[in-house]
Antibody
Framework: QVQLQQSGAELAKPGSSVKISCKASGYTFTSYYISWIKQTTGQGLEYIGYINTGSGGTNYNEKFKGKATLTVDKSSSTAFMQLSSLTPDDSAVYYC??????????WGQGVMVTVSS | DIVLTQSPTTLSVTPGETVSLSCRASHSIGTNLHWYQQKTNESPRLLIKYASQSISGIPSRFSASGSGTDFTLNINNVEFDDVSSYFCQQTQSWPALTFGSGTKLEIK
């Protein structure tokens, strides 16, 4: 069965970076893009961008350019998202999701990132 | 960005009722509108794609319609298991994909 297994919760200090992972199983990894979505109570669901898991090409929502960096390791069927220069506004749950034309049919369980000094 | 406005914010219903949730887009998006269900402390689940297309494994009680700027998700014969937040998402404009702010469904 299709699964997207994300890494564990992160507690980070302002100004630092975190890198979270999303390991796919149960399907051909390079046949689907992986997208990342941010969820907060205040802002709801926000689309960050996607990575072409075959080529490594990326496309970002303008709001997250410079904040998020998406990469992929095909050998381990894992996608990564690095968040840099963290501020308290980056505290959120971050999901990876498998997409077909950005319609998300499978989601990871989410990673809670807390930014606090 | 295309803004999706969902209404009502919260809906409280009795089991067995039929409910309609609304999602309105700030610009015409054709049928590039999708619905997700999110239960507390769970990830979203795709319910309906492209305004009205059903998803394998989703109960037939869930249906949807609409095009352009006005969309509706219908839930027939509401059950306790349907307690969730429901979000719409548009894929007309990307990478600036947007989601609605959600409707929270409560059961009396």
């Amino acid at each position: 069965q299709v699964q997207l297994q994300q890494s564990g919760a992160e507690l980070a200090k302002p100004g630092s970076s975190v890198k979270i992972s999303c390991k796919a199983s149960g399907y051909t990894f390079t046949s689907y893009y992986i997208s990342w979505i941010k969820q907060t109570t205040g802002q709801g669901l926000e689309y960050i961008g996607y990575i072409n898991t075959g080529s490594g090409g990326t496309n970002y929502n303008e709001k997250f350019k410079g904040k998020a960096t998406l990469t992929v390791d095909k050998s381990s069927s894992t996608a990564f998202m690095q968040l840099s220069s963290l501020t308290p506004d980056d505290s959120a749950v971050y999901y990876c999701a498998r997409g077909i034309r950005r319609v998300f049919d499978y989601w990871g369980q989410g990673v809670m990132v807390t930014v606090s000094s | 960005d295309i803004v999706l406005t969902q209404s009502p914010t919260t809906l409280s219903v009795t089991p067995g009722e039929t409910v309609s949730l609304s999602c309105r887009a700030s610009h015409s998006i054709g049928t590039n509108l999708h619905w997700y269900q999110q239960k507390t402390n769970e990830s979203p689940r795709l319910l309906i794609k492209y305004a009205s297309q059903s998803i394998s494994g989703i109960p037939s009680r869930f249906s949807a319609s609409g095009s352009g700027t006005d969309f509706t998700l219908n839930i027939n014969n509401v059950e306790f298991d349907d307690v969730s937040s429901y979000f719409c998402q548009q894929t007309q404009s990307w990478p600036a994909l947007t989601f609605g702010s959600g409707t929270k469904l409560e059961i009396k």
